[in-house]
């Protein structure tokens, strides 16, 4: 609970890394065993090389970023229009403003700057992120992402300063669209001839703009998902996605009829991190004169 909704501070991160790192080596306060591998190793998946533990962190990151998901499912949420109203953004948003302010309260700071050390899984969030058109009732014609990779406000800047619809929600547009037999846009003063090619663009593409809905709401759509729908879990998996490539060796030692023992000895030997006379001589364990050969057949 206090993970999904609190940024995790940084020394209870690492207290909590460190118990449960002397847990998995079998260490405690009074006996401190050897750590094998190191906490951030662990962390990733198994396809990766790693043991699939738990980042605490990035499971923090993950849950915050569940409430820009929220933001734009949960319209008249009562938590939502509070803090569009202490905020000044509009109820109808679907993406809260990401700018970090001073004027924000630690607990909404925490959420909004959940990824900011973590582009890749901002940019996941941001490219998956997706509208589906309906009534266009809450839809804004310019401002809103409704096609990928971005909206219209953005790939055209010039037209969207000299619109005089900056606001109009597509519904709108799309009556007006009918009214005039075509998508008549309002100027404050008449285009230039290089800003008449913007102009041909913009209509190429809204010829591929989608038909209204009638009666079914604007909703967002999750594209990682078969169904649509955000989970953490999603958001996860695309975070170990990121810290490293699928490794085959590891479908060799995680196999189902090994024992688990076995599995996680298998996995040290492929680390080079069994406890060989030689790799304990290397840690200090041994002296440096001490023997590395094998007791039984004397070799190294």
Known sequence: FYLSLFKLPEGVDSELDRLQAAFFWGGSEQDRKIHMIKW???????????????????????????????????????????????YKMGVGGWIPSLTP??????????????????????????????????????????????????????????LFRLSLEKNETLSIMVVKKTRAGGWALAFRRELYDWEKLDLTRLLNILLEAPDLRLGCPDQSVWLASSSGILTVADLYKSFLASAGDTLSISKLIWLKLIPPKVQVFCWLAWKGRVKTKEYLQRLGVLDQGASTTCVFCGSG
């Open 40 to 86: 951030e190793d662990l962390s990733k998946g198994m396809d990766q090389g790693g043991l699939g533990i738990r980042n605490l962190r990035n499971v923090n990151k993950c849950l915050l970023i569940k409430w820009w998901w929220r933001f734009a499912c949960e319209k008249d949420a009562l938590w939502k229009r509070i803090i569009c109203s202490k």
């Open 101 to 158: 302010s001073n004027k924000f309260s630690p607990i909404w700071w925490g959420i909004i700057s959940a990824a900011d050390q973590c582009t890749s899984l901002k940019e996941h969030y941001l490219n998956n992120f997706q509208l589906k058109v309906g009534d266009g009732k809450r839809i804004s014609f310019r401002a809103d992402n409704r096609r990928r990779p971005g909206c219209l406000k953005d790939e055209f800047p010039t």
